[in-house]
């Protein structure tokens, strides 16, 4: 299900979701198609996950390198309302 055009709250802050993201992006090269490396980074920084993992998957990330595909280059995009 893709809801792109739905623009739902982010659930953690901009500079959280960046940090996750400079975090991917030294991990994410062994992707293995799941958000395990997303969903630990989250719980070791006590975000709530279900939250954020519902958030990624509405804009496309699916599994770590997907994140990384979909919403890094499409940031500013999506947050285009803050
Ligand atoms: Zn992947």
């Given at each position: 299900m893709h809801s792109e055009h739905e623009k739902q709250p982010l659930p953690i802050s901009k500079k959280a979701l960046i940090t996750l993201f400079d975090y991917l992006d030294g991990e994410?090269?062994?992707?293995?198609?799941?958000?395990t490396k997303t969903t630990q980074f989250l719980q070791a920084k006590g975000h709530p996950v279900g939250q954020v993992v519902s958030w990624l998957e509405a804009h496309g990330g699916y599994c770590d390198c997907e994140v990384m595909l979909n919403l890094m280059c499409r940031f500013d995009d999506i947050l285009d309302r803050d």
């Open positions: 994410a090269n062994s992707c293995d198609c799941t958000l």
